[in-house]
């Protein structure tokens, strides 16, 4: 398969940088917070504020992003259809890292309750 048309490929080149103005942008536009966006990342790969930032404002790719973060345990309860896929049917395991972020922005900018959203009894 050629590389640039594998989509595995693309999204552990894509930078963290370029797809968090989104992230932000989908969340506020529906009433939540950028804090509130925060806390969820920071939930799903244990990084502190600072460490978030620096991504933020880097140029880490999501391969590097994800090979420095310490992915929740909880993470294999995020369940559902994101971009046409089942996430927890997807067998590349940065892809599937990178959806599990997309579907808890997605959660979130449904209004869905942050305890449900962070997998919390």
């Known amino acids: 398969m050629n590389r640039a048309n594998n989509p595995d490929e693309r999204i552990a080149t894509?930078?963290?940088?370029?797809?968090?103005?989104?992230?932000l942008a989908k969340v506020e536009?529906?009433?939540?917070?950028k804090e509130e966006l925060h806390q969820v990342i920071k939930?799903?790969?244990?990084?502190?504020e600072k460490t978030l930032q620096k991504h933020i404002s880097g140029?880490?790719?999501?391969?590097?992003?994800f090979q420095a973060a310490k992915v929740n345990k909880n993470a294999d309860l995020i369940t559902g259809v994101i971009c046409g896929h089942r996430v927890e049917e997807i067998?590349?395991?940065?892809?599937?890292?990178?959806r599990y972020m997309d579907k808890l922005v997605d959660e979130l900018a449904k209004g869905?309750?942050?305890?449900?959203?962070?997998?919390?009894?």
Do not use: C, D
């Open 29 to 33: 536009k529906k009433g939540r917070t």
């Open 43 to 48: 939930w799903l790969t244990g990084f502190s």
């Open 91 to 98: 067998e590349n395991p940065l892809t599937q890292r990178v």
């Open 112 to 121: 869905r309750k942050m305890e449900k959203i962070l997998r919390t009894e």
């Open 59 to 65: 140029e880490s790719t999501f391969q590097q992003f």
């Open 14 to 23: 894509m930078t963290f940088a370029s797809v968090y103005p989104h992230y």
